[in-house]
């Protein structure tokens, strides 16, 4: 029986990896084909079953008939990277404080409170898009990465408290009252005591904010339009009449390498034990 429940584990964990590993494959095989590659049958092992070339690659750096993607991409890092930390900030703030205070004003409670924080990104994005247009076009931040992340940061804030609140809440009170029975102030409690605690949650929360800010395409699309431009527009602006798949392929890797970069990075922070000992 040991021996069978192993079996079928290694079984279903390889079946696994190979539906998730599988589309990044085709997709490598595929920047590296012509039209001709593409359109004359499926095709996996290069020089054997099709002659590799690197004119998707060549595309996607101002190569003939593609578009340069550096300044797209630096641009994306900035405005997701600037709002994920912004949002990261003010949420963690926002978290703390409806976790450890109780906040009363007429029917409205914290948990009222919460979800408002969460109700923003239940609404359509078309229901926002015409009022940050409007917002941006009266501060005269149309087009431009200031203006990309102010509105980032109230899409993104939401997700951070939704994350950390609930994080907060599992964080044992005795820890605060034990900092401040050591001399600190509520706020030196949080910072010298509950913060360190919660990096694991923080840095969930940080994910969340980056993966949804820098897959965002509809509101990069609405609120951009040349002096700014991030790399899902910039890739959507690939296609033409014919489909480059080749290129749509390598902007595909390039689009998501960043974000399997910061997974293997923060993997092991992604544990809740960090609070063994916290007490005395």
Same mark, same amino acid.
């Given at each position: 029986?040991?021996?069978?429940?192993?079996?079928?584990?290694? =079984?279903?964990?390889? /079946?696994?990896?190979?539906?998730?590993?599988?589309?990044?494959?085709?997709?490598?095989? *595929?920047?590296?084909?012509?039209?001709?590659?593409?359109?004359?049958?499926?095709?996996?092992?290069?020089? @054997?079953?099709?002659?590799?070339?690197?004119?998707?690659?060549?595309?996607?750096?101002?190569?003939?008939?593609? &578009?340069?993607?550096?300044?797209?991409?630096?641009?994306?890092?900035?405005?997701?990277?600037?709002?994920?930390?912004?949002?990261?900030?003010?949420?963690?703030?926002?978290?703390?404080?409806?976790?450890?205070?109780?906040?009363?004003?007429?029917?409205?409670?914290?948990?009222?409170?919460?979800?408002?924080?969460?109700?923003?990104?239940?609404?359509?994005?078309?229901?926002?898009?015409?009022?940050?247009?409007?917002?941006?076009?009266?501060?005269?931040?149309?087009?431009?990465?200031?203006?990309?992340?102010?509105?980032?940061?109230?899409?993104?804030?939401?997700?951070?408290?939704?994350?950390?609140?609930?994080?907060?809440?599992?964080?044992?009170? /005795?820890?605060?009252?034990?900092?401040?029975?050591?001399?600190?102030?509520?706020?030196? /409690?949080?910072?010298?005591?509950?913060?360190?605690?919660? !990096?694991?949650?923080?840095?969930?929360?940080?994910?969340?904010?980056?993966?949804?800010?820098?897959?965002?395409?509809?509101?990069?699309? *609405?609120?951009?339009? *040349?002096?700014?431009?991030?790399?899902?527009?910039?890739?959507? =602006? !690939?296609?033409?009449?014919? *489909?480059?798949?080749?290129?749509?392929? =390598?902007?595909?890797? &390039?689009?998501?390498?960043? @974000?399997? !970069?910061?997974?293997?990075?923060?993997?092991?922070?992604?544990?809740?034990?960090?609070?063994?000992?916290? &007490?005395?």
């Amino acid at each position: 029986m040991p021996a069978l429940y192993r079996t079928l584990k290694y =079984a279903a964990i390889f /079946a696994w990896s190979a539906f998730v590993v599988a589309p990044f494959l085709w997709a490598l095989t *595929t920047s590296f084909k012509t039209a001709n590659g593409v359109t004359g049958g499926p095709t996996y092992i290069p020089w @054997l079953q099709y002659e590799p070339s690197t004119e998707g690659w060549r595309n996607l750096f101002g190569g003939a008939g593609g &578009i340069d993607v550096v300044g797209p991409y630096w641009d994306s890092v900035i405005v997701t990277f600037g709002a994920s930390a912004i949002s990261l900030i003010l949420g963690t703030l926002a978290a703390y404080g409806l976790s450890r205070f109780q906040y009363r004003w007429g029917f409205v409670r914290n948990g009222d409170l919460t979800f408002f924080f969460i109700s923003q990104r239940i609404m359509p994005p078309i229901v926002l898009a015409i009022p940050f247009f409007l917002m941006l076009q009266f501060l005269n931040l149309l087009d431009s990465k200031i203006g990309l992340i102010i509105v980032y940061v109230a899409l993104l804030m939401p997700i951070a408290v939704w994350v950390l609140i609930d994080f907060f809440n599992n964080i044992p009170r /005795a820890i605060d009252e034990m900092a401040m029975l050591d001399g600190c102030t509520p706020f030196g /409690a949080f910072f010298r005591v509950v913060l360190p605690n919660s !990096l694991p949650g923080l840095v969930v929360a940080g994910m969340f904010c980056v993966i949804f800010g820098w897959n965002d395409f509809f509101f990069a699309f *609405t609120l951009t339009f *040349t002096d700014t431009q991030i790399l899902p527009v910039a890739v959507v =602006a !690939l296609n033409s009449s014919v *489909t480059p798949w080749w290129s749509l392929s =390598a902007s595909a890797l &390039i689009s998501v390498a960043p @974000l399997v !970069l910061i997974a293997f990075l923060v993997e092991r922070y992604l544990s809740r034990g960090s609070l063994a000992g916290a &007490i005395r």
